[in-house]
């Protein structure tokens, strides 16, 4: 609906040449490959189309899901089951790190922040933290969790701080940044999943935080382009192009939810396993 929303614009306001990158950019980003076409460019996301820019992020995730699982069979089958995959992740999760900090050294270059080879640590940390839960390795003691849980949460404390600062154009994100970041983010993750502490815990179930979740990926999908259009449409206020690009956003997101992300998942139970249902796990989740 995104891609079908953003041609549709384009042909209606834009001149041809637009047009055309828009619906090779639409190709890319529909088939899951458009980090590698801003890549090709130099990471120079101005030449693509602007309503685009934030989906790179997307065919690294579906690289990642088509590639992964096919790897972590494969490596279970293997006589040395764990130690083949915790090698394995600890590859995926070295390479990229050493990879942004010699090609950051060599010059900067927009390319590191794009490719799937240079961001692909930051999955497997996720998939890392699943491992070990699933295995058993990460303690439900009270004498163990206790500790954790608040660990977790000034891990979510420390992580909005970093927020706050500009750390692409100084290097800190590609000099190590971004496997602090990747590795507080799946500790968090683990304790949110086994025993988060009071203030994570009443957070996590605030029933407006459920909803906004349950939301998350049309809002992901619908901001960019509803903020490039409110700035568009008021250009000389900012409060306004803000409040419009929200509005709109969550308005979209919210439709998207119910009248398209619903009914699919709906039929997905009907298709797939009875245990849960996958609108439960997919807000449980977000």
């Known amino acids: 609906m995104v891609i079908a929303f953003v041609v549709s614009y384009t042909a209606l306001t834009g001149e041809g040449a637009r047009l055309a990158t828009t619906l090779t950019d639409s190709l890319g980003v529909g088939l899951y490959y458009f980090n590698w076409l801003l890549v090709a460019s130099g990471g120079n996301a101005g030449a693509h189309q602007v309503m685009y820019t934030h989906l790179w992020s997307l065919s690294i995730e579906e690289q990642f899901y088509m590639i992964w699982p096919i790897l972590l069979v494969g490596l279970c089958a293997t006589r040395f089951r764990k130690m083949a995959v915790l090698a394995a992740m600890g590859v995926l999760m070295a390479w990229p790190t050493i990879g942004r900090v010699i090609l950051w050294q060599e010059g900067p270059s927009l390319d590191l922040y794009f490719r799937t080879d240079l961001r692909i640590d930051n999955l497997m940390w996720g998939a890392l933290a699943a491992w070990l839960l699933h295995e058993g390795y990460w303690s439900r003691s ?145």
């Open 142 to 286: 009270d004498q163990v969790n206790g500790p954790l849980s608040w660990l977790g949460f000034a891990a979510l404390v420390v992580f909005f701080g970093l927020a706050r600062f500009d750390l692409l154009s100084n290097g800190f994100l590609y000099l190590g940044g971004y496997s602090l970041v990747g590795s507080m983010s799946a500790f968090y993750i683990a304790v949110a999943a086994c025993r988060p502490a009071w203030p994570m815990k009443l957070l996590l179930e605030s029933e407006w935080l459920r909803w906004v979740g349950r939301v998350s990926y049309g809002l992901y999908l619908w901001h960019i382009p509803m903020f490039k259009l409110s700035a568009k449409s008021f250009p000389e206020m900012l409060w306004l192009q803000n409040s419009a690009a929200l509005l709109g956003t969550f308005a979209l997101a919210t439709a998207s939810y119910y009248l398209i992300e619903r009914p699919f998942l709906r039929l997905k139970d009907r298709l797939g396993p009875r245990t849960r249902r996958s609108a439960d796990l997919q807000g449980e989740a977000a």
